[in-house]
């Protein structure tokens, strides 16, 4: 009867795991949001610096599609190393010479 209470048991703690990891956002997801957030931030901050309204639909959108093109662009092109060097400093090569011909095909989207 034990051995049938533990085997119940660790059923039932797998299941709470493989749940946990279900609800759980993939990690290019989580690196995709990571990239997408420092970008605006960056980009809205260059932008007020310039004197430009960034609540400005047109502005905004400029900004968020430049983003989410780049943000695609990491997460597509480079391996979890890679992404991880870039994160902690996006002007270190290699990687950032590898970025650069995609964040230039990101420019006017």
Do not use: W
Not at 5 to 22: C, H, N, Q, R, T
Not at 56 to 63: R, T
Not at 88 to 98: I, R
């Amino acid at each position: 009867m034990r051995k049938f209470v533990f085997a119940v048991l660790m059923l039932l703690a797998g299941s709470d795991i493989a749940l946990a990891d279900s609800l759980r956002p993939p990690l290019e997801k989580q690196f995709f949001d990571f990239f997408a957030q420092e970008c605006v931030a960056g980009m809205e901050a260059d932008a007020k610096s310039m004197n430009l309204d960034t609540s400005q639909p047109a502005i905004k959108e400029g900004i968020d599609r430049y983003c989410s093109c780049t943000s695609q662009a990491v997460v597509s092109y480079l391996d979890p190393k890679e992404i991880i060097s870039f994160a902690n400093d996006a002007t270190k090569e290699p990687v950032a010479s590898k970025m650069k011909p995609h964040f230039d095909r990101c420019k006017g989207k």
